[in-house]
């Protein structure tokens, strides 16, 4: 038993999921987070609904006017890395902001513990940057054919600097590729399973009858930061995405 754990009592639920399987089989799934996803895609739906059923083109609503502001200032740094005709990149990075942003912010409601946010299921993030990943080397059969495999991981170099240099230059293309991944995930999985652990064991530290007040004070602040933070991720994700879909749109040279 931790120490945390002796000083409250109780177990924290943290990392705790609906699990439909077996808990120990790689194929298993996290209902929690599915669940909560397809809530996520819902309140997007909706928002959608109300946006396009109440739109103007005279002084927009307040829900307007917020979904414009985030749209236009997405749109300006698409614009600066891929410029004005982008195709469905735009469409990809808004949308992909608007979802890691709307499941931020589900892991804030103070209420039953299995309300996690999807993206502080590593799963969840991992399937979204794979996600960027097949959308990224898609980009590049679109821009430069297949023949990007041999200019992105190969060099023309002729013997011997070929044969020393190919198989080194051939490790470090995959090792970069598959870091791109890895750290899309694990950034945004780290930062928001971190605030949802401050919440849960701050609201574990004080007795419910005498630490209620102090707790609630500090919950309103943790949550504040919450927001700050979720957006800051959803926004670095899909900023990096873009600035991948760059680098995938710049026909590929050989070496």
């Known amino acids: 038993m931790n120490p945390l754990t002796s000083l409250i009592g109780v177990t924290l639920p943290i990392g705790d999921h609906w699990i439909l399987g077996s808990k120990n089989s790689v194929m298993n799934l996290h209902l929690d ?36 502001s985030i749209i236009q200032f997405l749109n300006g740094i698409i614009e600066e890395n891929l410029g004005r005709d982008p195709g469905r990149i735009a469409s990809i990075a808004l949308t992909l ?4 942003w709307i499941a931020n912010l589900l892991g ?18 991992f399937a979204l940057a794979i ?15 297949l023949s990007y495999l041999k200019g992105h991981y ?5 013997f011997p600097a070929g044969w020393i240099l190919n198989p080194i230059s051939f490790i470090l293309a995959i090792v970069n590729e598959l870091s791109r991944p890895l750290t899309l995930s694990f950034r945004l999985f780290g930062n928001i399973l971190a605030g949802e652990v401050l919440l849960i064991v701050w609201a574990y530290l004080l007795a419910p009858g005498v630490g209620a007040p102090v707790t609630a004070i500090w919950n309103t602040i943790f949550v504040a930061y919450g927001v700050f933070v979720g957006t800051i991720q959803a926004f670095i994700f899909t900023v990096l995405t873009i600035a991948y879909m760059a680098i995938a749109s710049e026909p590929v040279h050989e070496h």
């Open 131 to 145: 996600l960027v990943f097949i959308l990224l080397h898609a980009r590049y059969i679109g821009t430069s054919g």
């Open 33 to 68: 987070t599915v669940l909560l996803s397809l809530l996520t895609v819902g309140i997007l739906l909706v928002l959608a609904i109300y946006v396009r059923m109440n739109i103007t083109s005279g002084p927009p609503n307040r829900v307007q006017n917020a979904v414009e």
């Open 154 to 158: 190969w060099t023309n170099s002729w």
């Open 108 to 125: 804030l409601i103070p209420v039953p513990v299995y309300l996690h946010s999807p993206t502080s299921d590593v799963n969840a993030t």
């Open 97 to 100: 902001f608007f979802f890691i």
